[in-house]
């Protein structure tokens, strides 16, 4: 991090820990509420001094990544203490590119762990291993888990399928390299937040489509699971901070080629026509986020398909919230109770009922 985003992150993180009645008025008034839902002070706060940024849309993607970079880097937090990290490359099919991956190991004691294989947020076209840093600490030291953070491949360099094989090739490798990973055996799971959520999803359909054993669990974050919704949420929240409707339309712009079917399950895991016999899910869906309704209609989609589903809802937070722990107190507590839903389902807790879907 340079001296500049150093400064940078001093300075939010100082506002952001002002008490509430000092941030409302700062922040032009009381914070929104929208569908009965009241957006939170802070994530208020953060919304109002965004109106001043120009909107990704309208940067160019080298632009957008590194203004993302600095916003993460501002907002995400810090790491949890009992968690080391190693960075390494894995080799691809073709031979002639690997793929960066970052392995976080807890050190609470050395006996085999669960292994999670982790695709960060971005839309397929910004961020990094840094933009999931800090949630993937918590999530290996609260879910007591190997976590495998993925550096996919970017758009428009590298359009769909490129990202998304990506993701399938690193699951496959930690598949195959439990041992050398210090992971139990059959004893992985995939996640991931927003477009890493879509891959996650899309990891679990290829699989069953393969034959292929399932992963243990799929954690889906504010999922993009259908590129062709038109549900309440897309329209009550299409101007929402940080994901807008024209982010998102634009990230599928730099993602797709223009003759892509968006029906596609492998681009809109939410059209597959069976679902039956995929990973136990976990679902997360963020209240002010266009992205919430399509969330939930993939968790009913699959508990009404008999698969386990644990499904929650954080009302007053905004898309991204996972990376915005540093600043926002209500966001440190989820990516924490996600985290120990995580430990539960990897370690087949039967509280987990067949088809019954949880709030």
Same mark, same amino acid.
């Given at each position: 991090?340079?001296?500049?985003?150093?400064?940078?992150?001093?300075?939010?993180?100082?506002?952001?820990?002002?008490?509430?009645?000092?941030?409302?008025?700062?922040?032009?008034?009381?914070?929104?509420?929208?569908?009965?839902? *009241?957006?939170?002070?802070?994530?208020? #706060?953060?919304?109002?001094?965004?109106?001043?940024?120009?909107?990704?849309?309208?940067?160019?993607?080298?632009?957008?990544?590194?203004?993302?970079?600095?916003?993460?880097?501002?907002?995400?937090?810090?790491?949890?203490?009992?968690? @080391?990290?190693?960075?390494?490359?894995?080799?691809?099919?073709?031979?002639?590119?690997?793929?960066?991956?970052?392995?976080?190991?807890?050190?609470?004691?050395?006996?085999?762990?669960?292994?999670?294989?982790?695709?960060?947020?971005?839309?397929?076209?910004?961020?990094?291993?840094?933009?999931?840093?800090?949630?993937?600490?918590?999530?290996?030291?609260?879910?007591?888990?190997?976590?495998?953070?993925?550096?996919? *491949?970017?758009?428009?360099?590298?359009? #769909?399928?490129?990202?998304?094989?990506?993701?399938? @090739?690193?699951?496959?490798?930690?598949? $195959? $390299?439990?041992?050398?990973?210090?992971?139990?055996?059959?004893?992985?799971?995939?996640?991931?937040?927003?477009?890493?959520?879509?891959?996650?999803?899309?990891?679990?359909?290829?699989?069953?489509?393969?034959?292929?054993?399932?992963?243990?669990?799929?954690?889906?974050?504010?999922? #993009?699971?259908?590129?062709?919704?038109?549900?309440?949420?897309?329209?009550?929240?299409?101007?929402?901070?940080?994901?807008?409707?024209?982010?998102?339309?634009?990230?599928?712009?730099?993602?797709?080629?223009?003759?892509?079917?968006?029906?596609?399950?492998?681009?809109?895991?939410?059209?597959?026509?069976?679902?039956?016999?995929?990973?136990?899910?976990?679902?997360?869906?963020?209240?002010?986020?266009?992205?919430?309704?399509?969330?939930?209609?993939?968790?009913?989609?699959?508990?009404?398909?008999?698969?386990?589903?644990?499904?929650?809802?954080?009302?007053?937070?905004?898309?991204?919230?996972?990376?915005?722990?540093?600043?926002?107190?209500?966001?440190?507590?989820?990516?924490?109770?996600?985290?120990?839903?995580?430990?539960?389902?990897?370690?087949? $807790?039967?509280? #987990?009922?067949?088809?019954?879907?949880?709030?």
């Amino acid at each position: 991090m340079s001296f500049q985003q150093i400064v940078t992150s001093a300075v939010v993180r100082s506002l952001l820990s002002l008490p509430e009645p000092i941030l409302v008025p700062l922040a032009g008034g009381a914070p929104q509420e929208v569908d009965g839902k *009241r957006l939170n002070v802070r994530a208020h #706060f953060l919304s109002h001094s965004a109106q001043r940024n120009p909107s990704l849309a309208s940067l160019t993607p080298g632009q957008a990544r590194k203004t993302t970079a600095r916003a993460f880097n501002a907002l995400s937090g810090v790491r949890a203490k009992d968690v @080391t990290w190693e960075d390494k490359n894995i080799p691809t099919p073709e031979g002639d590119y690997e793929l960066p991956i970052r392995v976080y190991h807890p050190t609470k004691d050395e006996t085999m762990k669960p292994i999670v294989v982790y695709f960060h947020s971005g839309g397929a076209v910004v961020g990094d291993l840094q933009t999931g840093h800090s949630f993937c600490t918590y999530l290996s030291s609260h879910a007591d888990c190997v976590v495998v953070s993925v550096d996919y *491949r970017l758009a428009p360099e590298h359009k #769909f399928p490129v990202p998304l094989n990506d993701a399938i @090739t690193a699951y496959a490798w930690a598949w $195959n $390299n439990t041992a050398e990973l210090g992971g139990m055996p059959e004893n992985v799971s995939v996640a991931g937040a927003s477009m890493g959520a879509n891959f996650a999803a899309a990891i679990c359909q290829e699989l069953k489509g393969k034959g292929k054993s399932q992963p243990v669990c799929q954690l889906l974050i504010y999922p #993009f699971v259908d590129a062709l919704s038109e549900s309440r949420s897309t329209l009550s929240f299409a101007n929402a901070f940080p994901l807008s409707m024209e982010t998102m339309n634009w990230f599928l712009y730099q993602y797709l080629e223009p003759e892509q079917d968006r029906a596609d399950p492998r681009v809109s895991p939410l059209r597959s026509t069976d679902v039956t016999g995929l990973a136990p899910a976990i679902v997360i869906t963020a209240g002010f986020d266009p992205l919430c309704d399509q969330g939930w209609e993939y968790a009913d989609k699959l508990a009404s398909a008999e698969v386990p589903v644990t499904y929650r809802t954080y009302t007053s937070l905004p898309h991204a919230f996972t990376s915005m722990a540093g600043v926002i107190p209500a966001a440190r507590t989820a990516i924490v109770e996600i985290a120990e839903d995580m430990e539960k389902r990897m370690r087949v $807790n039967e509280d #987990f009922k067949l088809g019954e879907l949880e709030a």
